[in-house]
């Protein structure tokens, strides 16, 4: 019963740490401060490792972070003071779509993925490029580090954002504008990506030699 038992705990956690293409998932590659999952009405801490599924929010605090791969081909940043549902992972369509509450998503997307990120005033279509999308209230601004975001408002009204450049949207309509310089070192942030990728899959091979090193050490001999 003692072998039995390690053995179905050890195969659950090996799930929570599944590559980050299994099923419909999301993984957290990094968290730090306060940050939320919200899922069916029941909140709980996410932490590095964890997944993340469609129709769950992503809730940070004031010293809150997450940066999370939405599938093997776009990470997401969210930032502190931010709120995020996840609307849709890939499945049949190579599609994320998350809605953006308030506060900061920043992502990097690469060339054939596609996403849609919403706010209560703008949606942003990207297709393999690196964006932030900032939310406050009825403002919402975007801003196009590489590639190119199509961005919408409430009026139907639609601009294509180019690299270096951002749309704002507000009560008086969309405008574009160029990105200032302390908005041009937001995107240094996405530095980190790479390391946490990589910590990250150290730690998920680890736990797998982990988890075959202990059903080894439980099953019996002549199997």
């Not at 590489?146 to 601009?159: I, L, Q, R, T, W």
């Amino acid at each position: 019963m003692i072998r039995l038992t390690c053995i179905i705990a050890t195969i659950v956690i090996a799930a929570a740490f599944a590559p980050v293409n299994a099923g419909k998932s999301a993984l957290t590659l990094a968290a730090g401060g306060e940050v939320k999952l919200i899922s069916g009405g029941k909140t709980s801490a996410l932490e590095r490792g964890m997944r993340v599924s469609a129709n769950q929010v992503v809730e940070t605090g004031a010293d809150g972070y997450a940066t999370i791969q939405m599938s093997p081909s776009l990470i997401a940043r969210i930032g502190e003071n931010s709120r995020v549902e996840i609307k849709s992972l890939p499945g049949g369509k190579n599609l994320v779509q998350l809605a953006l509450k308030r506060g900061s998503l920043g992502a990097r997307a690469k060339k054939g993925q596609q996403a849609q990120i919403e706010t209560p005033a703008a949606v942003a279509a990207v297709r393999g490029t690196e964006f932030i999308v900032e939310a406050d209230g009825d403002e919402s601004t975007v801003l196009v580090n590489e590639g190119a975001v199509a961005v919408s408002d409430a009026e139907g009204n639609s601009e294509n954002v180019k690299a270096g450049n951002k749309a704002e949207v507000g009560p008086e309509g969309l405008k574009l504008a160029i990105m200032e310089e302390f908005e041009k070192r937001k995107f240094e942030i996405f530095e980190q990506f790479e390391a946490q990728k990589n910590e990250m899959k150290n730690l998920l091979e680890e736990q797998k030699q982990k988890t075959q090193d202990l059903m080894d050490s439980v099953r019996p001999e002549g199997l």
